[in-house]
């Protein structure tokens, strides 16, 4: 089975101020039903408020990132699934949830992992 990363900016989130809760309601129904069909693998939003550091092989931490991910942010979620096709029905599924299109990329195969 490939594992299939499911993801959306925070920016293309855009809905009422009180829909919150409902959008929070609905992408946890979503989460559970992955988690309940057994294909999810792990999730979560990146916490925006802590700035990202970069880790050189002898310790050193610098404050930044990577120039090409300097926005990252958002939503993600790994699921484990048998086709392309079953991913692209999930993310359809969290896109309804979220109220935004998602972008879906599968990780390569490795053994080891």
Not at 15 to 35: I, M, R, W, Y
Not at 38 to 54: A, K, R
Not at 60 to 69: D, F, L, S
Not at 93 to 105: D, N
């Amino acid at each position: 089975m490939t594992k299939y990363l499911i993801s959306f900016p925070s920016s293309a989130m855009v809905f009422p101020a009180e829909d919150l809760q409902a959008v929070s309601d609905a992408s946890h129904a979503v989460v559970q039903e992955a988690k309940d069909a057994g294909v999810w693998v792990f999730g979560g939003g990146i916490d925006e408020s802590v700035p990202p550091v970069m880790v050189d092989g002898d310790g050193a931490v610098t404050e930044g990132t990577y120039p090409q991910t300097q926005q990252l942010e958002g939503g993600y979620a790994v699921l484990e699934l048998p086709s392309r096709e079953a991913a692209l029905k999930w993310a359809a599924k969290i896109a309804v949830a979220c109220r935004c299109a998602q972008e879906v990329r599968a990780f390569q195969y490795d053994p080891a992992s």
